[in-house]
C-alpha cells in the first residue's frame, strides 16, 4: 500500500459522556502519538460537565462532534464512524487509554492491507492488571463472549467493513458485539499485534450493578441477540454459525436470572430453542451450564 501525503489512514473514534474525570489521561494517550495520517474524532455525547472544554484545549486539531442530550454510546460511536474519513477506524473509551505505539504498530500493520488488524488489552481493576489476546482463531464460533475478543477498542477495521455493519441503534451493551460478530465471518485477513496496547479501566465497584441496570443489560443484550440471530438466519448462515447463537443467546437471556429480575419462566420461554441444548454450548463454565438446565427442567412454563 502506498500512502499518499496527508492521506488519513487511521481515524480514532472517542464517544464521550461527562467523562472529566478521566478524559486527560484519554486525550494524552492519543495526541502524544498520533500522526498527520492519524484522526482524532470526539463524540461529546450531552456532557454536562467541562469534558468537551477539556478535549478542546488539549486536542485543538481534532474533531468534536456534540450532541445536546446523552443519546448512548451505540448512537454516539455510529456518528463517529461515519463522520470518519480514515481507511481503518478503531475506538477508544473515555474511561481507558491506548499504550505507547499502538498508531505506529497499526500503521505498520496497514502495510499489509488486512481488514481487520488485532491486538490485546490490559484489564485494570483493584490495582491488578491482567493481560488478554484475542483468541487465535478469527472464527466467531470459537470466541468466548469476551471483551478482549469483540471490543471495537482492541482492533483497527477497515472504514467500509464498519460502515456495514453499525451498532444497532439505542442497544448500548454489547454494542461492538453486534458490530464485530458481523465482520468477522466476512474478512478475509486478520493482522495480529502481539502487545497489549489497549488499557481497559474497571471501576473497583464495576460488578456491582443495581436492579435499573440489570434492567438495562437485559434488554440490550436481548435486543442484539435478536437482531444478530434474524442478521445470520436472513444470510442463510444460521446453522453455520449455530454454536456462536447459541452462546450469545444462552449469555443474553441468563440476565432473567440476575439482580431484582429472577424471572424463570421468561428465561425458559426466552430462545427456547436452546434449552434442550444448554449443556453442549460451549466457552460457558460447566456449573452455569448446568445451573441452568436443572432452572429449565424444573421450571414450567
Sequence with gaps: MTQRRNEIMLSVIVPCFNAEGTICRCVESLISQADEATELIFIDDGSTDGT?????????????????????????????FEAATGKYVVRCDADDYFGPNVVKSIMKAIADEPDVIEFGMTTVKGGKHIDEMPTESTDINYRPLSTVNFSLCNRAIRRELIIDALPFPSLNCWEDLSVVARIMPVARKVARIPDTYYIYV??????????????TILHDRMGVAERLDK?????????????FLDRMKFSAKARYMAAGIRDRKAWKSTFPEINNRIMKITHIPFHHRLIFSAINFFTTT
Excluded: C, W, Y
Excluded at 486539531?61 to 455510529?78: C, E, K, S, Y
Excluded at 442478521?231 to 454454536?243: D, I, N, Y
Design 202 to 215: 474497571r471501576p473497583d465497584d464495576a460488578t456491582t450493578l443495581s436492579v435499573t441496570d440489570n434492567a
Design 231 to 243: 442478521f445470520f438466519v436472513a444470510k442463510g448462515e444460521a446453522e453455520r454459525f449455530q454454536p
Design 52 to 80: 468537551a472544554a477539556i478535549i478542546r484545549e488539549m486536542a485543538p486539531n481534532a474533531v468534536i462532534i456534540t450532541h445536546d442530550t446523552n443519546l448512548g454510546t451505540a448512537i454516539a460511536a455510529t456518528d463517529g
